[in-house]
Every structure is written in structure tokens, then in C-alpha cells.
């Protein structure tokens, strides 16, 4: 299993400051991503992890329904997942990977778009009272993309905007 990073997830992590700042002064709104797939001898490949973008430490709501992803043909018998990694609560305790939670074998044969959030519902959330997922991190959080089953030819595209606010 290979992880790779969106250009936009990579200055996320490279200067978390700097990101956080942005973000909570924006106070959220849209979080752009693009990865296009490495050249043909490298491919994304079946179980291979995708990182969209790294939400700031803090209270972060993500809206998964008000996000977007769009994608170029993944090839035969494709689907692709979208969650979360693991990450440090502000309780210092450590909050299981769901790496589906927000979409879960999405058909990626040919080319489509959607919005994230086909797997979460009003039931998912802790209260009930809203499509949101609030995460409360200390060190920030990974929003993952996994590729099932095949792999992402070269030059294929992933794209779009996670919708995020912040307390």
C-alpha cells in the first residue's frame, strides 16, 4: 500500500501553522484539492491511500454533502472510498481511521462527480441535528481517498473542494 498526497494536502502538512491560520481566519469555506496520477510506470493502485487534504487542528466542521469530488475513468470494476485517518484527540486520546465514513465503493469506471457524503446521514452524526462531521484534533486530520479493488490509470485526475468552518 503506497500513500500520496494532493500538491494542496502537502502544504497542509508542511506548514500546519500557516494552514490553520488561513483556514480560521477564512473562518472554513471551500478547501480545494488536485492529484493527477503519476506517470505510467506509476500507478495508483488497489488499496492505495490518496491524502485530500489535512484539516486543521481544533474544532473543524466538515460538511461532507457540501463537498465535491470529481474524477477521470478509474477503469474496470473501479471504486474508490473517502474518510478519515487516525488521529489525536484534544483529550490526547487517539480516534480510530474510518476510511469510508463519509463514501464507501463509489463506482469510478468512468469518468463522474458527485458529492462526498453518500454514506453519511443525519443518523451518523452524534447529534442528529445536522450533515456535518465535526472533528476535534490537536494535530490536525487527514481526509483520505482509497483506491479499491484495480488501479487509477496514469494521468487520471482527482478533484474538487472539501467544505469545512470552524469555532
Avoid at 37 to 51: E, H, M, N, Q, S
Avoid at 64 to 73: L, N
Avoid at 94 to 101: G, I, M
Avoid at 108 to 132: H, Q
Wanted: hydrophobic share 40%; proline share 4%; aromatic share 12%.
Amino acid at each position: 500500500m503506497a500513500i500520496h498526497y494532493t500538491t494542496e494536502a502537502l502544504q497542509d502538512i508542511g506548514a500546519p501553522q500557516l494552514a490553520s491560520m488561513l483556514v480560521k481566519n477564512l473562518k472554513g469555506g471551500k478547501l480545494p484539492f488536485n492529484f493527477t496520477v503519476p506517470a505510467a510506470t506509476v500507478k495508483v493502485k488497489g488499496t492505495d491511500t490518496l491524502i485530500l487534504r489535512r484539516l486543521p487542528a481544533g474544532n473543524v466542521y466538515f460538511f461532507p454533502k457540501d463537498s465535491y469530488i470529481q474524477w477521470t475513468a478509474g477503469g474496470s470494476s473501479q471504486t474508490f472510498d473517502v474518510g478519515y485517518e487516525s488521529y489525536l484527540g484534544y483529550d490526547g486520546v487517539a480516534v480510530a481511521e474510518d476510511d469510508n465514513l463519509f463514501d464507501d465503493a463509489v463506482d469510478a469506471n468512468a469518468a463522474g462527480e458527485a458529492l462526498l457524503g453518500s454514506d453519511y446521514g443525519i443518523a451518523v452524526t452524534t447529534t442528529g441535528t445536522g450533515m456535518y462531521k465535526l472533528f476535534q484534533s490537536k494535530g490536525g486530520v487527514n481526509i483520505l481517498w482509497t483506491c479499491e479493488v484495480a488501479a487509477f490509470p496514469a494521468a487520471a485526475t482527482i478533484k474538487g473542494y472539501l467544505q469545512i468552518d470552524t469555532i
